[in-house]
């Protein structure tokens, strides 16, 4: 009955504590199978670092255009627009009338009166100054004519006392004394002179500045006998916004239309940047300008367009400016101020022109996508962009190698 009260398990561990008769076992299955496959994912991805390559990219934005620039059709006058001839993505020609403004009369008699009133202040400040430039160059004149009969005196007086010297009756340096008298009058009568000529000079500018305001007024009072205005492209192109519309007031100066120009045509024409056809301005940072090359690849992402689902239309580089681009010159191609702030907030950018790779077998909006065939829709000019320039291939372990040199202190 004793026997029973202990398990048999237990009193052959009490026997035998040390089970030295059994095989220990270290690793489990599952173990062996997590060891292999971090070995074989280390092994991949050696070899990738190795063969495999990382595109180093250079970060730019911008935005999408067709030719070389925007340009800006401004009304001439003040007025009404009464008809307004274009609509978006029509191309127009140099000369074409693209709106006609009637005029705002009052508009041109206010400046008819700012350019009388200029011109009767003018006159009167004018009249003055004559006046006082006038009794200037009389009492100079006089002395001109005083001063000059003085020199003519002299020299015949010197003329004289030469024969008398020469005759032996008087001594040689007696001629000294009317040689310094001739030439302190001749320097005042040049000064005479020379005081003349300037305030001759100072009058005729009055004249001619009176004479340029009274052209101004008899051109605003036969400008002011038209009832309408054509206001005419000065340059072919392509219409991209119309800001203004039939009945809208407008002032001089202000936009109506904005379009894209090309490079001008002819036999000594520069070949417009890709053919003409639309493409990508962007503005690189400077820190990272040198690095673009023409003909480098481009991954060029519009901003409405879902990367993620679409992917990015292929491009390559074109031209890359050697300069910095001027506000001036952002503005003047880019016609928005605040893109051009937001551009150049961080520093210097260089100017580069990205050409959109075109796929004919894409229905959906012809460029060649990165994967699919890009949303449903027409890619067209004035959309925003990010771009990434593809400037070198890198090895993996390249980017790892200065790491670890660094943490080690070598």
Avoid at 138 to 155: D, F, P, T, W, Y
Wanted: glycine share 8%.
């Amino acid at each position: 009955m004793q026997s029973n009260l202990f398990r048999k398990a237990a009193l052959d561990k009490a026997t035998s504590p040390e089970q030295l008769d059994l095989v220990m076992q270290v690793t489990s299955p599952m173990g062996w199978l997590a060891v292999a496959t971090i070995g074989a994912i280390l092994f991949v991805v050696g070899i990738w670092s190795v063969v495999g390559s990382i595109p180093d990219l250079v970060e730019g934005q911008g935005v999408l255009i067709r030719g070389e620039r925007l340009s800006e059709i401004k009304a001439a006058v003040s007025g009404t627009v009464a008809s307004l001839n274009v609509a978006p993505d029509s191309v127009i020609q140099a000369g074409q009338v693209i709106a006609v403004i009637n005029r705002d009369k009052s508009e041109v008699e206010r400046k008819i009166a700012l350019k009388q009133g200029e011109l009767n202040r003018l006159s009167a400040q004018h009249t003055s100054e004559n006046a006082s430039d006038q009794m200037s160059l009389a009492r100079n004149q006089a002395l001109i004519g005083a001063k000059g009969a003085e020199v003519q005196s002299l020299r015949r007086q010197r003329a004289t006392q030469a024969d008398l010297v020469k005759r032996g009756l008087k001594a040689e340096n007696a001629l000294f004394e009317f040689d310094s008298r001739i030439t302190a009058a001749q320097g005042e009568l040049n000064a005479l002179q020379n005081e003349n000529a300037a305030i001759q000079s100072r009058m005729a500018p009055r004249l001619n500045e009176q004479k340029s305001i009274e052209g101004e007024i008899e051109y605003l009072k036969v400008d002011l006998q038209q009832t309408a205005t054509e206001i005419k492209s000065l340059e072919p192109g392509r219409v991209v916004e119309v800001i203004k519309s039939a009945g809208d007031k407008v002032g001089e100066g202000e936009p109506l239309v904005r379009l894209e120009t090309a490079r001008p045509s002819g036999a000594n024409a520069v070949q417009a940047y890709c053919d003409g056809n639309i493409h990508a301005v962007i503005y690189v940072p400077g820190s990272q300008a040198g690095k673009v090359h023409p003909k480098q690849l481009a991954r060029v992402s519009p901003v409405d367009v879902q990367k993620e689902e679409f992917g990015y239309i292929i491009g390559t580089v074109e031209w890359v400016s050697t300069f910095a681009a001027s506000t001036d010159d952002m503005k003047e191609k880019l016609k928005n101020d605040r893109l051009v702030q937001s551009y150049a907030e961080k520093g210097p950018v260089f100017e580069a022109r990205v050409c959109l790779t075109f796929d004919p077998t894409n229905k959906a909006n012809g460029l060649k996508w990165s994967s699919s065939t890009g949303p449903p829709k027409k890619i067209g000019s004035g959309a925003l962009c990010q771009t990434s320039l593809v400037v070198d291939h890198r090895k993996p372990y390249t980017y790892v190698i200065p790491t670890i040199k660094t943490t080690m202190g070598f």
